[in-house]
């Protein structure tokens, strides 16, 4: 179950010019932060640095939090999306 090999997942709602991101505790449910950025190089950049500090912009934990792959997690296709979400996946 994705609850017992996840900390955190990351939440999309994907539109044409702007993209909301939640980062979501995998085992309570609780949203911990959400924002929405520009569906653009720019936008994706930020997402990326939105999951790695755990959403509130505080730097990751000497343990990195433990996230879903994108395949486990279900992520939509989406050429620009899926490879940032590849490239958190794998560090």
């Known amino acids: 179950m994705l609850t017992e090999s996840t900390d955190y997942v990351i939440g999309v ?3 044409a010019e702007r993209h909301a991101f939640c980062l979501v505790e995998a085992r309570s449910g ?3 932060d ?3 950025l520009p569906a653009s190089r720019r936008g994706y950049r930020a997402a990326l640095r939105f999951a790695r500090r755990g ?3 505080e730097a990751a934990a000497a343990t990195a939090p433990r996230f879903a792959s994108p395949a486990a997690a279900g992520a939509a296709a989406g050429s620009g ?3 940032a979400a ?3 996946a794998s560090g």
């Open 13 to 15: 709602d994907t539109h």
């Open 30 to 32: 609780r949203v911990l």
């Open 34 to 36: 959400a924002c929405e």
């Open 55 to 57: 959403g509130r912009g």
């Open 81 to 83: 999306r899926s490879r």
């Open 86 to 88: 590849a490239a958190t």
